[in-house]
């Protein structure tokens, strides 16, 4: 399905969360961050925020929203931190992606520079579909096991249990949680002409896919009849012989919670036919496997993807790993636990309170101001100045190119990730460029010059790319401020400032040169601006020149990081990497100003 009833995703998840909030008056919304946040919080039990998930008392805290299929800045997550204060801990259950790495990373440092000692990071990986070989850097993606997580940490924070006694129950619950999905087709965005990419074919279906639109990792053609599809996905998450797969062991009679989630598209009909052949061959398995708990409905979902997932919690195992002395009994009276989230299956539910049921509309939504997150340079000291017109020129040309290269980062996106990548850069591109016609730069300050840009890139452009160009700009800005007017702001003032900004990115993303990520093409162009050159003309030169072969080359390297990494091999050649490619259009832009082709 193509078609949709909003044409465009620009302003839609902000116009969903405020009809969430209205359809239910045990929630609070923070639109300025697209935050939703538990109305009657009780700052006295751990916090647990998460950028997916339901909300209420016995679930999450808050849930903070990004666009569609972005992760939310580091500058949403420190505020939804701040929102949702305890006094207990706080404990950020992050889907295990690059982006939610990062800005949730970046939140948790400024939590605990400002003195927020209390609060960790709990990754959700559960997803069994790349092996350990080629998933080695990134680890396993997260899956629709992240809102059965949730409701047992939102159930164990409602029964007081301590920051350090959640922490350690939500790790014994990871540890046993794998999940498998497949689809018939990709889902469509409102707005995004995505139709003609990444088209799954007529008798084909995709397993091992993601929940951001990602191919899947095994295409298999002719359609397999459901009971040998339902096996093939039962054998990826049970199979104990498998090397690359076996991630949570399984011994006879264990006890699991049974987890069937609605990729977004597929009829109530056939998800619980889904749910009865499933339990069929559970019930069958070698393993004698008892099956203690029963969901099924639309928790994770991949917009309106025409397929499902199967999560698995082997419930005996992460009894034995937490080994509390209470058995699996522990596990599953926190899952049977009441709650009050708007979107949980069951009857079990806390009543609202009656002073929340009485607030309008109006009274549900809370204006605050996202809380700074990003490090920038200090605006003391000696200025860094350099002649605005070039600079100015520099940057319009940049941003041009990734704006108008949006259909190609977009096509390629489409292919080997989530088909955002394209529309975030030109978000980005367009706002740099309105800042343009509003003065940026016109001082020919450079450090005020580069904050501003930091902070534009940091408030349009969401997902890991976004992350990535921000902890780079920010760096950036802090050595050119340190390098001060000691010295000619030429190549090899720029190669220095950008060396040192490489090396603090380093600090926070694994990628490096080889990853087939933007690093690819970033690395190459800082080096490039290091190296001896016989003038600053020629120094650039042969930094552009590193940058689009670094870029360009990405088509023929094998994904270690990123979303590229979950691709299947059995697609064919794949295009360049369109994170790399994005730093490719902005240098050759930009290298326009100087008469520089590329």
């Known amino acids: 399905m193509d078609r949709h009833i909003f044409p465009d995703h620009a302003t839609l998840v902000l116009r969903s969360l405020r009809g969430l909030v209205a359809s239910h008056p045990s929630l609070c919304l923070l639109p300025a961050t697209k935050t939703v946040i538990n109305a009657a919080h009780d700052t006295s039990k751990v916090s647990l925020i998460c950028s997916t998930g ?107 249990y301590s920051f350090s006694e959640t922490l350690a129950f939500g790790k014994a619950v990871t540890d046993g949680l ?82 069937v989630n609605n990729m977004g598209g597929m009829s109530t009909l056939e998800m619980y036919a889904v749910v009865d052949e499933a339990t069929r061959q559970l019930e069958l398995h070698p393993l004698k496997i008892r099956i203690k708990r029963i969901q099924c409905g639309s928790f994770m979902t991949s917009l309106n993807a025409p397929g499902f997932s199967i999560t698995l919690l082997n419930v005996s195992h992460s009894a034995r790993v937490l080994n509390s002395g209470k058995g699996e009994r522990e596990i599953i009276d926190l899952y049977d636990a009441p709650h009050a989230s708007a979107a949980w299956p069951g009857e079990n539910i806390y009543p609202i309170p009656e002073n929340l049921k009485k607030r309008t509309r109006k009274e549900r939504i809370i204006e605050v101001k996202e809380e700074p997150v990003v490090v920038q340079a200090e605006s003391a000291g000696p200025k860094v100045t350099v002649d605005p017109g070039i600079l100015r020129r520099a940057i319009q040309y940049g941003a041009q190119a990734v704006y108008d290269a949006e259909p190609d980062l977009t096509k390629w996106d489409t292919i080997v990730g989530d088909g955002d990548c394209g529309e975030t850069c030109a978000i980005g591109a367009k706002a740099v460029m309105v800042a343009l016609a509003k003065d940026l730069g016109k001082d020919g300050d450079l450090v005020a010059t580069l904050r501003d840009v930091t902070e534009i890139i940091d408030d349009n452009c969401g997902g890991t790319l976004g992350a990535i160009y921000s902890i780079f700009l920010a760096a950036l800005t802090a050595e050119v401020r340190l390098l001060g007017n000691s010295r000619p702001v030429d190549v090899c003032f720029w190669g220095e400032a950008a060396a040192k900004a490489i090396d603090t990115l380093g600090q926070s993303t694994k990628a490096r040169v080889g990853h087939r990520t933007v690093m690819d093409a970033l690395i190459p162009f800082v080096e490039g601006l290091s190296a001896p050159a016989s003038s600053d003309q020629a120094g650039l030169t042969e930094a552009i020149r590193r940058c689009v072969a670094g870029g360009e080359g990405t088509k023929d390297l094998v994904a270690k990081l990123g979303r590229a990494t979950y691709v299947g091999a059995d697609r064919g050649a794949l295009p360049p990497d369109p994170g790399a490619m994005s730093m490719v259009a902005f240098v050759r832009g930009m290298g326009g100003v100087f008469d520089i082709q590329a």
């Not at 999905?181 to 409102?190: E, I």
């Not at 896919?209 to 295409?219: A, I, Q, S």
Request: proline residues 6%; glycine residues 12%.
């Open 178 to 259: 794998l999940s498998i999905g497949c689809t018939l087709g990709h889902c469509h965005v409102p707005g995004r002409d995505n139709a003609k990419y990444g088209v799954i074919g007529e008798d084909t279906i995709e397993i091992g896919l993601g929940l951001h639109n990602e191919p899947g990792v095994f295409v298999v053609s002719p359609q397999p009849p459901p009971e040998k599809l339902i096996e093939r996905m039962l054998d990826l998450l049970l199979n104990q012989e498998d090397p690359e797969r076996a991630f949570v062991p399984f011994q006879e009679n264990d006890g699991i919670i049974l987890f």
């Open 54 to 160: 339901f909300v209420g008392r016995g679930f999450l805290s808050a849930s903070v929203s990004g666009d569609t299929f972005a992760s939310p800045s580091a500058k949403q997550v420190y505020t939804a931190v701040k929102a949702v204060p305890s006094t207990a801990g706080t404990i950020l259950i992050i889907t295990n992606y690059t982006g939610d790495n990062l800005h949730f990373g970046l939140a948790c440092q400024q939590a605990r520079a400002n003195g927020i000692d209390n609060i960790a990071i709990l990754p959700i990986c559960d997803d069994v579909s790349v092996g350990r070989t080629k998933g080695a850097l990134v680890g396993r993606r997260a899956m629709a096991g992240t809102i059965l997580a949730c409701k047992l940490l939102g159930a164990a924070s409602e029964a007081d």
